[in-house]
C-alpha cells in the first residue's frame, strides 16, 4: 500500500475474476440496472455481462473492430457506449440486444459517455473537438467547444444540471449546460493530462494522468488538486461512492486509489503484475469494481 497520510484505513480486500483471455482487454465497466455489471471488451468487439457471484455473459457486437471504450447506464434502462474506432454510439439493452448509431461528425473518435439530466445521453468526440447530444431513438447533435486539440475525454453530469468533462490536451476542464453553453477551467498544473471525471454530488472530481494529481472542481469553477504519492501513477479513471469520497485506477502502477476532500489519499496494489486497470464503478453489492485489461475484472471491497 502506498499512502499519502498518516490515517490509514485496512486495505481492502481484493479479488480477480478472470472474464477473458488477454487479446480481448476489458477496459470500461459500468453497473447496470439489472444488478449485474457491464464490460466492454476493446480489442475483440464485444460487451459482457458478469454478476457479482460471477455468472458471465459475452454479447458480439457487429463489428469485432469497431472498439466498444466507455460504457454508461442510460436513462431509459439500456447501457450505452462509445465505439471509438468505428465512430458510433452503441446501445445494448439489458437482454442483450444490441444497436449503434454514426455520429454525424466522420472520424469524430466518441469516447466518453453518460447520462443527462435532460433524459438523453451525452458523450465526447476525442478527435473533433465537440460534445455530442443523442436522445434514446438515436437522434444526434453535435456541440462545438471553444478550443482546438482539446481532446475531450471522459464526461460526467454535474451537480448544477450541466456536464463536465476533461479537455487532455488542453489541460482543463469543461462544462456545457444541456443548451449547449460552454466553459473552460484550465487546471493549475501545467501538462496534466485530466482523464477520468466523476461527480460526488457536491464536486467534480477528476484525474490528472499527466501530473500524478486527484482535482476536485467546486461548481463555482475553483480547482483544488491533490499529489498522489506515487506522481508516476498515472491515474485514469474514477468513481464517487460518497460526497467527498472517490476511488480512482492507477493504470501505470497497477493500484487501485481512495481519495477524499481532505486530501487523505491510499492506494492498494492489485495481485496481478501489470494487470492495466482502466474502468471503475461502484458496484451493485457496494464494492468497487474495475477492469483489467489484461483479462480479469478486480472486486475491491473497502
Not at 221 to 231: N, S, V
Amino acid at each position: 500500500m502506498v499512502t499519502g497520510s498518516e490515517n490509514e484505513l485496512p486495505a481492502p480486500a481484493i479479488r480477480e475474476i478472470p472474464v477473458a483471455d488477454q487479446d480481448a482487454g476489458p477496459y470500461g465497466i459500468a453497473a447496470g440496472p439489472d444488478g449485474a455489471l457491464w464490460l466492454t471488451f476493446v480489442h475483440s468487439g464485444r460487451i459482457a455481462r458478469l454478476t457479482p457471484d460471477g455468472q458471465l455473459q459475452e454479447y458480439a457486437l457487429d463489428s469485432p473492430t469497431c472498439r466498444p471504450t466507455v460504457i454508461a447506464p442510460g436513462p431509459d434502462g439500456a447501457l450505452w457506449f462509445t465505439r471509438y474506432q468505428d465512430h458510433r454510439i452503441g446501445r445494448i439493452t439489458v437482454d442483450g440486444d444490441a444497436e449503434s448509431f454514426s455520429v454525424p461528425t466522420p472520424d469524430s473518435g466518441p469516447y466518453g459517455i453518460t447520462a443527462g439530466p435532460d433524459g438523453a445521453v451525452w458523450f465526447t468526440e476525442m478527435n473533433t473537438d465537440r460534445i455530442g447530444r443523442i436522445t434514446g431513438s438515436g437522434e444526434i447533435t453535435e456541440f462545438p467547444l471553444p478550443v482546438e486539440g482539446g481532446f475531450p475525454s471522459a464526461i460526467t453530469a454535474g451537480p448544477d444540471g450541466a456536464l463536465w468533462f476533461t479537455l487532455n490536451q488542453a489541460n482543463a476542464i469543461g462544462r456545457i449546460t444541456t443548451d449547449g453553453d460552454t466553459a473552460v477551467y484550465p487546471l493549475p498544473t501545467p501538462g496534466a493530462g485530466p482523464v477520468g471525471i466523476t461527480s460526488d454530488g457536491t464536486a467534480v472530481w477528476c484525474v490528472e494522468i499527466a501530473a500524478g494529481q486527484i482535482g476536485r472542481i467546486a461548481m463555482d469553477g475553483a480547482i483544488e488538486e491533490f499529489p498522489l504519492p506515487d506522481r508516476a501513477a498515472k491515474p485514469h479513471a474514477i468513481v464517487a461512492v460518497s460526497t467527498g469520497e472517490c476511488w480512482f485506477t492507477e493504470w501505470g502502477a497497477n493500484r487501485v486509489g481512495r481519495v477524499t476532500a481532505s486530501g487523505e489519499i491510499a492506494a492498494y496494489d492489485l495481485p496481478s503484475p501489470s494487470s492495466e486497470p482502466h474502468g471503475i464503478t461502484l458496484g451493485p453489492d457496494g464494492a468497487l469494481w474495475t477492469a483489467l485489461e489484461t483479462g480479469s475484472v478486480a472486486r475491491v471491497a473497502p
